[in-house]
């Protein structure tokens, strides 16, 4: 048996917060504790209380005065994109074409798909992100790959490999049968092994034949407890293509509803441009439109209406993701930075205690995994992050200012990086210090 006891202002959330003031949303414990045993918090709340709960001689990791949180969550990542980040000047369907596709040419490299998940994965626990959906490449060896290497973390993560047989290059194609077949070998080899899940994934409408997407609605009906990611209504471009290859469809999320694509545990990357039906059917099933705002201010892709969706009368479910190669940055805190500016442009704000609710809590509801992790609770999983809010000279000088909580909070997600990162704990164990200099 492992145990390990942790120090410091432990912060978590217990549902939406409706203001900067509203703390009864908050778990918060200045002088707080979590006790973790065999990778699970099986005591969370005031220090004194917790450690009298610890095993005589356990283990204590002192980080006050930092802030120790539940592990970030990051809802759509694109793993064989790393060596294409910062690529310039390209909207989505050029982008694509330009940069994308020939880097994940790449990937039929089993050698090359090892490394580029580790270094992935590492830069993950480096920016205090515990839990990623991850699309892999067409190839099934990549998604072999990734699950190796969170498996050797003990990683909690939702990926799979991508499905697309047109409008793609050589060499970056598989078959509705062969996508099919792969998908069931690795639902067979990884969901539920360990932390690993599945999700299905037609990368878009676009590069699928409408045989493809009846073999990814099949896959789905066949594993409903299996996750389906792909991506809608990104850019106008994109919409008119697809309406263009579904002439029959109401309207791009139509195409997706045909074959039985939408549910509880769909995840929609991008989603800006919905029209009210589209946005009605996502809330009637259940899917999650998932807000990427690095990538879509650096592609010039649109402004998500993440309030709009959020107040509505049939509200739609919001995970937020960095989106990483078209996503600008790794870090979670750099991508709530992003999105508070994408929301204010809408006239609304976002305020702080939301913010890292929707990074903890909210992420964790949006991709059925509460029950697992966001919040520091008995029986959860012990993935956390510990942040300064201190860690460089410009926000130490700000923090000499900062009165509340909700203030600390806002500066952590305007100023913090990974420098912020103090630890990531990954299960229990410390992650971030243990990773290469």
């Known amino acids: 048996m492992s145990e390990l006891l942790l120090r410091g202002r432990t912060l978590s959330f217990t549902r939406w917060p409706e203001s900067a003031d509203d703390l009864a949303a908050c778990r918060y414990e200045e002088d707080g504790g979590v006790l973790v ?12 209380e917790v450690a ?7 283990p204590t990791v002192d980080h ?3 802030l120790i949180l539940p592990g970030f969550i990051d809802a759509h990542v694109h793993v064989p994109q790393m060596q294409i980040i910062a690529s310039y000047g390209a909207e989505l369907l050029d982008w694509l074409n330009k940069y994308t596709f020939p880097e994940e040419t790449r990937f039929f490299n089993p050698q090359h798909g090892r490394r580029i998940a580790r270094l992935f994965l590492d830069e993950m626990v480096r920016q205090g992100t515990t839990t990623v959906a991850a699309y892999c490449s067409v190839h099934k060896e990549s998604a072999e790959a990734f699950f190796a290497e969170a498996a050797e973390r003990n990683m909690l993560v939702i990926a799979g490999k991508v499905m697309m047989d047109r409008n793609a290059p050589d060499g970056l194609r598989d078959t509705p049968q062969s996508g099919y077949d792969d998908t069931k070998a690795l639902i067979s080899a990884w969901h539920g092994k360990g932390r690993a899940l599945y999700a299905v994934t037609p990368r878009f409408a676009i590069t699928s034949t409408p045989g493809q997407l009846e073999m ?3 896959l789905v009906a066949e594993h409903p407890d299996c996750h389906m990611q792909t991506h809608l209504s990104e850019n106008h471009a994109e919409i ?4 263009e290859l579904y002439p029959w469809s109401k309207d791009y999320t139509d195409v997706y509803e045909r074959y039985g694509l939408l549910g509880g545990k769909a995840l929609f990357g991008h989603c800006i441009h919905l029209s009210e039906r589209e946005a009605d059917a996502l809330s009637a099933s259940g899917s999650v439109a998932v807000f990427c705002p690095t990538s879509n201010l650096f592609l010039g892709s649109g402004l998500f209406d993440y309030q ?3 107040r509505r009368e049939k509200p739609v479910k919001i995970a937020t993701a960095t989106d990483v190669g078209g996503g600008t940055n790794y870090s979670m805190l750099r991508t709530m930075d992003e999105g508070y500016k994408v929301i204010a442009q809408h006239g609304e704000k976002l305020n702080p205690l939301a913010s890292f609710w929707q990074l903890t809590a909210g992420n964790a509801a949006a991709l059925s995994i509460e029950d697992r992790v966001g919040r520091l609770e008995t029986g959860k999983e012990a993935d956390m992050v510990v942040l300064n809010a201190g860690a460089t000279p410009a926000m130490r000088l700000r923090k000499e200012r900062v009165a509340t909580l909700a203030e600390e909070l806002f500066l952590l997600q305007t100023l913090g990086d990974d420098r912020t990162v103090v630890e990531t704990y990954v299960a229990g164990s410390p992650a971030k210090s243990a990773l290469p200099a």
Do not use: C, L, M, N
């Open 240 to 243: 008119a293509f697809t309406q």
């Open 37 to 48: 045993r065999d990778g699970r918090i099986v005591a969370a709340g005031g220090y004194a």
């Open 216 to 218: 990814a609605g099949a």
């Open 52 to 58: 009298r709960q610890g095993g005589a001689g356990a």
């Open 308 to 310: 709009r969706y959020r």
């Open 64 to 66: 006050r005065p930092h």
